[in-house]
């Protein structure tokens, strides 16, 4: 089935003419959701580029103000430059207040690669099968990541899990008994209910074992995933508490 990216075809677009005016930018393709599945009308588009080895702090920059040329974006997220050595992502927004979730609200999430051998191989097991935008010389392909070593990480982790439980239980139930009810909610997320989820992910889908509590819905068993979905906390008032949090963000940023 075809992913309808028509939301994105002025970006797309654009993206088409940065190949043809830059001989730096080698290939690039989208991935996310719209590879994987799951893609709908809220959805960002994931986009990732190869260029030239060397090249991706120059590529990048050009890129992005082409696109600040083009777009003139209301919001910029870029990650530090610290985040990869051999790569630059931002995020960006095509509509004003995406997180308002009033339509249209597009978002475009860009990482710039150096060409590498690492680079250029897509397990579609993990990421789905890539959608080309335009790759001349062939670089993109598909290729199942090393099984040893996912077995290797599988293995570590799961006995990370094991050995940690009795001491995780505690930090959880010692935040509780002292009333310390954040560091409680954040300790009881990352020592309960996470390692549950990936133990769980282990079984179902190994290829994604590390991916967390994203696409939780459409990776693990559906009486799991509605198991999961009991044991959040907070979630009655989420949409609420949302607001109110990022409120409290732009009254703190204020100064």
């Given at each position: 089935?075809?992913?309808?990216?028509?939301?994105?075809?002025?970006?797309?677009?654009?993206?088409?003419?940065?190949?043809?005016?830059?001989?730096?930018?080698?290939?690039?393709?989208?991935?996310?959701?719209?590879?994987?599945?799951?893609?709908?009308?809220?959805?960002?588009?994931?986009?990732?580029?190869?260029?030239?080895?060397?090249?991706?702090?120059?590529?990048?920059?050009?890129?992005?103000?082409?696109?600040?040329?083009?777009?003139?974006?209301?919001?910029?997220?870029?990650?530090?430059?610290?985040?990869y050595p051999d790569a630059r992502q931002c995020f960006f927004t095509l509509d004003p207040t995406p997180?308002?979730?009033?339509?249209?609200?597009?978002?475009?999430?860009?990482?710039?690669?150096?060409?590498?051998?690492?680079?250029?191989?897509?397990?579609?097991?993990?990421?789905?099968?890539?959608?080309?935008?335009?790759?001349?010389?062939?670089?993109?392909?598909?290729?199942?990541?090393?099984?040893?070593?996912?077995?290797?990480?599988?293995?570590?982790?799961?006995?990370?899990?094991?050995?940690?439980?009795?001491?995780?239980?505690?930090?959880?139930?010692?935040?509780?008994?002292?009333?310390?009810?954040?560091?409680?909610?954040?300790?009881?997320?990352?020592?309960?209910?996470?390692?549950?989820?990936?133990?769980?992910?282990?079984?179902?889908?190994?290829?994604?074992?590390?991916?967390?509590?994203?696409?939780?819905?459409?990776?693990?068993?559906?009486?799991?995933?509605?198991?999961?979905?009991?044991?959040?906390?907070?979630?009655?008032?989420?949409?609420?508490?949302?607001?109110?949090?990022?409120?409290?963000?732009?009254?703190?940023?204020?100064?």
């Amino acid at each position: 089935m075809t992913t309808d990216l028509s939301r994105y075809a002025d970006f797309l677009a654009f993206l088409d003419e940065q190949h043809a005016a830059d001989t730096d930018l080698r290939a690039a393709w989208v991935g996310g959701s719209a590879a994987t599945g799951g893609y709908d009308e809220w959805s960002d588009l994931d986009v990732e580029v190869l260029c030239t080895p060397g090249t991706h702090g120059a590529v990048y920059e050009r890129l992005l103000a082409a696109v600040r040329e083009r777009f003139d974006p209301s919001d910029v997220w870029q990650l530090p430059t610290s985040t990869y050595p051999d790569a630059r992502q931002c995020f960006f927004t095509l509509d004003p207040t995406p997180g308002a979730f009033v339509p249209p609200a597009r978002l475009v999430d860009i990482v710039v690669w150096d060409t590498t051998d690492e680079h250029r191989h897509k397990d579609v097991r993990r990421h789905g099968s890539p959608i080309v935008r335009f790759d001349p010389d062939g670089l993109v392909v598909e290729r199942h990541d090393d099984e040893d070593e996912r077995q290797r990480a599988i293995r570590e982790t799961v006995e990370q899990v094991r050995t940690q439980r009795p001491f995780g239980e505690w930090l959880v139930n010692r935040a509780i008994a002292r009333g310390q009810l954040p560091e409680a909610v954040s300790l009881y997320l990352r020592f309960a209910l996470q390692p549950a989820v990936y133990l769980v992910r282990v079984r179902d889908c190994p290829a994604r074992h590390n991916f967390g509590l994203r696409y939780l819905h459409t990776d693990i068993d559906p009486a799991d995933a509605a198991r999961v979905d009991a044991l959040l906390p907070g979630v009655e008032r989420l949409r609420e508490l949302s607001a109110e949090c990022f409120a409290w963000q732009d009254e703190l940023l204020r100064g």
